[in-house]
């Protein structure tokens, strides 16, 4: 089955970077198109929210807190997408979460298992 695997989480300073990934998993030929592919975050206590998304056609979307900061991109030959993470901030702190529309024989949206980012100094 479809699933992703997340990685590039970690603890980093304030003003430091991280650059996570998610890579789509499934069988070899099983995959007919990866759509929309996106970042979300949660906080403790609070709500699941977009962070960034990129369609297959390139075209991204970031929430107001991370433009000029973070970056979304995808190499379609790995079915990765990536979040590049600078000058991170302590309300950047939070569980970060992939999101893909998949199409295999049937149409999907799978969620990552998610990746802890803490940024303390």
């Known amino acids: 089955q479809v699933q992703l695997v997340e990685s590039g989480g970690g603890l980093v300073q304030p003003g430091g970077s991280l650059r996570l990934s998610c890579a789509v998993s499934?069988?070899?030929?099983?995959?007919?198109?990866?759509?929309?592919m996106g970042w979300y975050r949660q906080a403790p206590g609070k709500q699941r929210d977009l962070v960034a998304t990129?369609?297959?056609?390139?075209?991204?979307d970031y929430a107001d807190s991370v433009k000029g900061r973070f970056t979304i991109s995808r190499d379609n030959a790995k079915n990765t997408v990536y979040l590049q993470m600078n000058s991170l901030k302590p309300e950047d702190t939070a569980v970060y979460y992939c999101?893909?529309?998949?199409?295999?024989?049937?149409?999907?949206?799978?969620w990552g298992q998610g990746t802890l980012v803490t940024v303390s100094s």
């Open positions: 999101k893909v529309q998949v199409v295999t024989s049937r149409y999907f949206e799978v």
């Open positions: 499934g069988s070899r030929g099983s995959i007919v198109s990866i759509n929309t």
């Open positions: 990129i369609r297959s056609s390139g075209s991204t």
